[in-house]
Structure formats: structure tokens, C-alpha cells
């Protein structure tokens, strides 16, 4: 059974920073397509940034130059870096895998690709 805990959220003034973590049990990480989405309140789920199993990597146009994702094979634990942050990143963030397509990701930010989902940690930004 794979699973995926997140860790890392907590709350921060505008400008602010925040390190996320992904801990998968197996080996997830290091082989297929990990990606971090959010979701706030009344918002549709939407996806924050994508790295598959090569290392290649895809970010939302709103979080270029302030977010890095980025995975420690070894530890098997995907990070996602938050710097500069807005009110408007606050969400409940998730880690998930998409384990179905080897190790790419083929629609990187889009939810049906990931067959498996965290439970979310909650990031909260005050201006």
C-alpha cells in the first residue's frame, strides 16, 4: 500500500518562507512523476509543480520563481520550497504520485493523472 505523508505547513506573514515535504513509503519517489497541488477554499484543486521520474520539472505560471520542487531518491522524500509568499498561496497543499505512466508525467498539473494523494497540510499566509 503506498502512502504519502506531508509535512511542513504552518503560517507565515507575506514575504515569508516555507519547506513542504512528501515522505512516500516504497520507492515513489525516485521512480515516477511526484507533484504537489492545492486547494483553497471554494477553489478547485489546482496543480503547483511537477517532477518526474528523470528529474524534469513543471510549474504553474503563479509559482515560477518562488516555489522549488525538488526529491531526495535516496530518503525517498519529495520537498517543495515556498519563498516570497502571498496571501493568495494560501491553501491546503497535497502531495501526490502518479504511478500509472512509468515515470512521466504527461499532463504534469492536472489531477486525473495521480493516483495517489496525501491527506494535505495546511499553508496559511497573512498579508
Known amino acids: 500500500q503506498v502512502q504519502l505523508v506531508e509535512s511542513g505547513g504552518g503560517s507565515v506573514q507575506a514575504g515569508g518562507s516555507l519547506k513542504l515535504s512528501c515522505a512516500a513509503s516504497?520507492?515513489?519517489?525516485?521512480?515516477?512523476?511526484v507533484a504537489w497541488f492545492r486547494q483553497a477554499p471554494g477553489k478547485e484543486r489546482e496543480g503547483v509543480a511537477a517532477?518526474?521520474?528523470?528529474?524534469?520539472?513543471t510549474y504553474a505560471d503563479s509559482v515560477k520563481g518562488r516555489f522549488t520542487i525538488s526529491k531526495d531518491n535516496a530518503k525517498n522524500i519529495g520537498s517543495l520550497q515556498m519563498n516570497s509568499l502571498k496571501p493568495e498561496d494560501t491553501a491546503m497543499y497535497y502531495c501526490?504520485?502518479?504511478?500509472?505512466?512509468?515515470?512521466?508525467?504527461?499532463?504534469?498539473?492536472?489531477?486525473?493523472?495521480?493516483?495517489?494523494w496525501g491527506q494535505g497540510t495546511q499553508v496559511t499566509v497573512s498579508s
Open positions: 517532477i518526474d521520474g528523470d528529474g524534469h520539472i
Open positions: 516504497r520507492y515513489i519517489i525516485s521512480r515516477y512523476c
Open positions: 501526490a504520485a502518479a504511478t500509472r505512466g512509468g515515470g512521466n508525467c504527461y499532463q504534469p498539473l492536472e489531477t486525473y493523472d495521480y493516483n495517489y
